[in-house]
C-alpha cells in the first residue's frame, strides 16, 4: 500500500468515527436511579457543565402541555390536581406515563440534552415492557445509579442516607422502596453503571459522578 492509498484510509476511518461521534453526541444522555442516589443533583449539574438543557420526567407528567396532548388516548385516566402555591396532587395512570413517555422521546430522541427519569417511570411491566426497552434503548448514553452489586446493600445505604435527611419510611414504602430497587437492575440490566460510592466506602461527590458520567460519554 503506498502512502496515498494509506492516507485515503486514515481519511475514511476518521469520517466514520467523526460520523459515529456525531450520532452518539446527538442522543439524550438518561440517568435513572432509586431516590436518594443523587441522580437529580447529578442531572442538573451534568446539565450545567456541558451546556445543555436538563428535562425531567417527573416535572413533563404534570407539564398540562403533556397532559392535553395524551390526555384523550385509549386508556389513558388523567388525574392531575394544581392546588394554589404550585403544589400538585398526582396520581395518573400507567397509560398516561405511557403516553408521556412515548412524547418525550418524541422531541428529544435526537438531541442533546441530560434526561432524568423519575424512579416509577424507568421500570415497566407487562405490555409496555419491551416497547419502553426499546425507547430506553435508542441511545447509548444510558446511565443507572446504584451501590454496588448487592440488591440488599444498596438498600440498606440508601435506607440510612434516606433517613439522614429527616424522611419518614413507613413499612409499606419500605417495601415500595426494595421493590424500587430490584425492578431498576432487571430492568436495565447492562446498562453502564454509576456506583456512588468510592472503594473505601465514602460517598462520591456530585463533580465526581459528573466527570465520571462525561467519561464514559467519551
Request: glycine fraction near 6%.
Amino acid at each position: 500500500m503506498n502512502l496515498q492509498e494509506q492516507i485515503s484510509r486514515i481519511q475514511s476511518m476518521m469520517d466514520v468515527i467523526t460520523e459515529e461521534k456525531k450520532s452518539y453526541e446527538n442522543k439524550p444522555i438518561i440517568l435513572i436511579g432509586p431516590q436518594g442516589t443523587g441522580k437529580s443533583t447529578t442531572a442538573r449539574a451534568l446539565a450545567k457543565k456541558l451546556d445543555i438543557p436538563l428535562v425531567e420526567t417527573d416535572i413533563l407528567m404534570t407539564d398540562e402541555t403533556y397532559e392535553n396532548m395524551c390526555k384523550d388516548e385509549p386508556g389513558v385516566e388523567v388525574k392531575i390536581k394544581r392546588v394554589k402555591g404550585g403544589g400538585v396532587n398526582y396520581s395518573s395512570n400507567k397509560e398516561y406515563e405511557f403516553c408521556v413517555m412515548n412524547k418525550i422521546f418524541d422531541e428529544y430522541r435526537d438531541k442533546k440534552i441530560v434526561l432524568d427519569v423519575g424512579g416509577s417511570h424507568a421500570k415497566w411491566e407487562d405490555k409496555h415492557s419491551s416497547k419502553m426497552k426499546k425507547l430506553f434503548n435508542s441511545t447509548p448514553n444510558i446511565f443507572i445509579f446504584n451501590v454496588t452489586g448487592d440488591e440488599d446493600e444498596t438498600y440498606e445505604f440508601l435506607k440510612k442516607r434516606r433517613e439522614g435527611r429527616g424522611e419518614k419510611i413507613s413499612p409499606e414504602n419500605e417495601e415500595k422502596f426494595r421493590k424500587i430497587i430490584t425492578d431498576l437492575n432487571n430492568f436495565h440490566k447492562g446498562t453502564q453503571t454509576l456506583t456512588i460510592v468510592n472503594k473505601d466506602g465514602s460517598d462520591k461527590t456530585t463533580d465526581e459522578l459528573v466527570d465520571e458520567v462525561i467519561f464514559k460519554l467519551t
